[in-house]
């Protein structure tokens, strides 16, 4: 509902299409000359391609939608993304087509003309926008029907953000225990028409909940007798996620209320192809050498087995052999069956074994259920089924994790939330908190996330801020 959004879009889209096509040109000049540019024809192959990749490329990263709640440092991660994808595709052109003078000046010159161009255009374009919106140039007054949570949610959204070309005008509301500041609140539904008129109201928005039909109806009666266009945000939000999709099936409108990529099947390849590439790299560059190191020192420290093998839940609420190196005593090793976390400082845990949760480097042997395609290397953590049976207690949407299947490292533990405590009120709160930032890691996966939780892993491994489960 953003004030000309198609206009908007499309004028950005032609720009850095028109800017691509310069950048190019320029490239090819000062790397070798336009005569010879225009000798090897070929390039100009290349050049179409490489506008189709950019229309490709900004659509499946969403470059070009709600623009404005993004800042620039967003917006110039897109830009790196599209220059490595328009630098990728370069190189293989050059290399199948044996080019031998556009080569590497000319790819250097295109990727710094692109990211210079773009970046700028999009900084340009910001503020020429808010520029022309203070100005009050096609500026919209909207009005909103029910100063509820989601009225005054949605009042804050276009406040904060003036590039959508709309001017908060009031609520119209008809509850007397509506916590609202009088001020906003500019009449009843009875005053509709009037307020129409008399603050010139261009569009409105209801934002009611468990309204009768003939409610709406008479709202939409009015608007339609003042051409004011009619907006509404239906009653169902608070029931999906931030990731929902609306799609036809048939000739059915259909509201999926949570969408995951990791549903795709060529998704799924990829993630797999990832995790085997990456886990052989690791047994073989690391484990092969590490283990028996490890081997050795358990078995000096304390009596029992190298490794701990423990039945978790994994994808598809299916049960697997999980190893990890033991870090425990086997004596005092807790039964399966209750729960029973291990905490800072607990007696429990082996002196090689305190050093390998700080490293986190007990994990390692689950590169073997990487293998073995029980595990992902990034996913939500695997639960021992004991605790399983405690979280599921604290949250009802757990099981939205075995969509998925686990990983060694994830998104919830690198930003901390991981293991348990003693407090049963703070271990209520870290239970929550994990399981919401695992299921926003399954709506937001992709695999560059991937790669950026298994750096961020490493670095906190190497500054020993992190700890094993």
């Excluded at 991660?77 to 290399?95: G, P």
């Excluded at 910001?126 to 029907?145: F, P, T």
């Excluded at 109806?217 to 945000?233: D, E, L, M």
């Excluded at 490293?359 to 029980?374: A, T």
Aim: charged share 25%; with cysteine; aromatic share 14%.
């Amino acid at each position: 509902m953003i004030v000309n959004k198609k206009s908007i879009f499309l004028l950005r889209l032609f720009s850095d299409l028109l800017l691509l096509n310069i950048a190019f040109i320029i490239s090819a000049v000062f790397s070798q000359s336009l005569q010879i540019l225009f000798d090897r024809y070929y390039m100009f192959f290349l050049l179409v391609g490489l506008n189709i990749l950019w229309i490709t490329i900004s659509n499946s990263t969403g470059f070009y939608d709600d623009f404005h709640s993004r800042n620039f440092p967003f917006q110039f991660l897109n830009i790196l993304k599209e220059t490595v994808a328009q630098v990728s595709v370069s190189i293989l052109f050059i290399f199948v087509a044996k080019e031998d003078l556009f080569t590497r000046n000319f790819i250097i010159y295109y990727a710094l003309l692109l990211i210079f161009f773009i970046s700028n255009r999009t900084i340009i374009f910001r503020k020429s926008l808010k520029s022309l919106r203070r100005k009050g140039k096609n500026i919209r007054k909207l009005l909103i029907i029910g100063s509820g949570e989601t009225g005054q949610r949605f009042r804050n959204m276009i406040q904060s953000n003036p590039d959508f070309g709309y001017e908060f005008s009031g609520f119209i509301e008809d509850d007397n225990n509506s916590d609202i500041d009088l001020d906003n609140i500019v009449g009843n539904p009875g005053d509709l028409e009037t307020v129409i008129e008399d603050l010139n109201i261009d569009e409105i928005v209801i934002a009611v909940a468990n309204k009768s039909d003939e409610y709406l109806n008479k709202i939409i009666t009015i608007c339609n007798r003042k051409a004011v266009r009619t907006h509404i945000i239906p009653d169902y939000t608070k029931y999906v996620s931030s990731k929902f999709d609306v799609s036809m099936f048939g000739d059915f409108p259909i509201l999926t209320a949570r969408i995951e990529p990791l549903e795709e099947v060529y998704w799924r390849f990829i993630k797999r192809l990832f995790d085997i590439i990456f886990s052989l790299l690791v047994l073989i560059l690391f484990f092969s050498w590490f283990y028996p190191i490890i081997f050795i020192i358990t078995k000096l420290s304390s009596p029992g087995p190298v490794f701990f093998i423990q039945d978790r839940v994994g994808s598809k609420n299916q049960t697997f052999k999980c190893y990890k190196f033991r870090t425990m005593k086997v004596l005092e090793k807790s039964s399966s069956s209750h729960f029973q976390p291990v905490v800072e400082n607990d007696p429990r845990v082996t002196k090689i074994g305190r050093f390998l949760r700080k490293s986190n480097l007990d994990e390692l042997p689950q590169f073997l259920n990487v293998l073995k395609g029980e595990m992902s290397v990034v996913g939500p953590r695997p639960h021992p089924d004991a605790y399983e049976k405690v979280y599921i207690k604290i949250v009802d949407a757990i099981r939205i994790r075995y969509n998925v299947k686990p990983g060694i490292t994830g998104w919830a533990q690198i930003h901390g939330f991981r293991g348990d405590v003693l407090d049963e009120k703070k271990n209520i709160q870290l239970t929550k908190k994990r399981i919401e930032y695992d299921i926003w890691y399954i709506e937001n996966w992709s695999i560059t996330l991937d790669i950026q939780i298994i750096l961020i892993t490493a670095w906190q491994m190497l500054k020993g801020k992190t700890r094993g489960l």
